[in-house]
T-cell receptor, first 106, second 118 residues
Framework: KNEVEQSPQNLTAQEGEFITINCSYS?????LHWLQQHPGGGIVSLFM???GKKKHGRLIATINIQEKHSSLHITASHPRDSAVYIC????????FGKGTHLIIQP | GAGVSQSPRYKVAKRGQDVALRCDPI?????LFWYQQALGQGPEFLTY????????KSGLPSDRFFAERPEGSVSTLKIQRTQQEDSAVYLC????????????????FGPGTRLTVT
């Protein structure tokens, strides 16, 4: 089974700060997913990437397949970015990390 | 178009009761997945279907859990004789194709059903 580790588990930052969330996995994969979950809300897919880098607005995701590592960055963070960010790798369904609980304070 | 919907959104059951949770996937999506998310944890895979076929049920925690998708569209997750440890959010997701180990497709998640067993 692919072991997915995320760090940090919890992160509190001030509005405007640059945020980095890390994800590592143990078994080679074809693609990695980054997802966002708001409290009490459903899960939204942010990125699915298999190599290099993807950017969407203030969100940037990178992956290094050889090192089995991915990062999610948020530039110019805003309180509305406060959520749980989860990385996941394909298996029968998806195998998820435990998530990073991000709080952006005004 | 409409996304994945789940019902009920909230369910309170007394220990020992049976419950049925419904998932309506996005129309035309071949694959459907059920996940269980305990408080403060990431989701855990339960089972998935490709059309009406249940291809993997390795994540179902016990034989009290049963899922079906008889016509390849709507799916129902049934939990018999509920226990307190069954309290969790049950998430359903669908995708256009089956994300086997060699490929991956975006999954679209429903809002979840929060089950509380008292």
């Amino acid at each position: 089974k692919n072991e997915v580790e995320q760090s940090p588990q919890n992160l509190t930052a001030q509005e405007g700060e640059f945020i980095t969330i890390n994800c590592s996995y143990s078994v080679g994969i074809s693609a990695l997913h980054w997802l966002q979950q708001h409290p009490g809300g459903g899960i939204v897919s942010l990125f699915m990437l298999s190599s290099g880098k993807k950017k969407h607005g203030r969100l940037i995701a990178t992956i290094n397949i050889q090192e089995k590592h991915s990062s999610l960055h948020i530039t110019a963070s805003h309180p509305r970015d406060s959520a749980v960010y989860i990385c996941a790798v394909p298996a029968a369904g998806l195998t998820f990390g435990k998530g990073t609980h991000l709080i952006i304070q005004p | 178009g409409a996304g994945v919907s789940q019902s009920p959104r909230y369910k309170v059951a007394k220990r020992g009761q049976d419950v049925a949770l419904r998932c309506d996937p996005i129309s035309g999506h071949v694959s459907l997945f059920w996940y269980q998310q305990a408080l403060g944890q990431g989701p855990e895979f339960l089972t998935y279907f490709q059309n009406e076929a249940q291809l993997d049920k390795s994540g179902l925690p016990s034989d009290r859990f049963f899922a079906e998708r008889p016509e390849g569209s709507v799916s129902t997750l049934k939990i018999q004789r509920t226990q307190q440890e069954d309290s969790a959010v049950y998430l359903c997701a669908s995708s256009r194709k089956n994300p086997a180990s060699g490929s991956s497709y975006e999954q679209y998640f429903g809002p979840g059903t929060r089950l509380t067993v008292t």
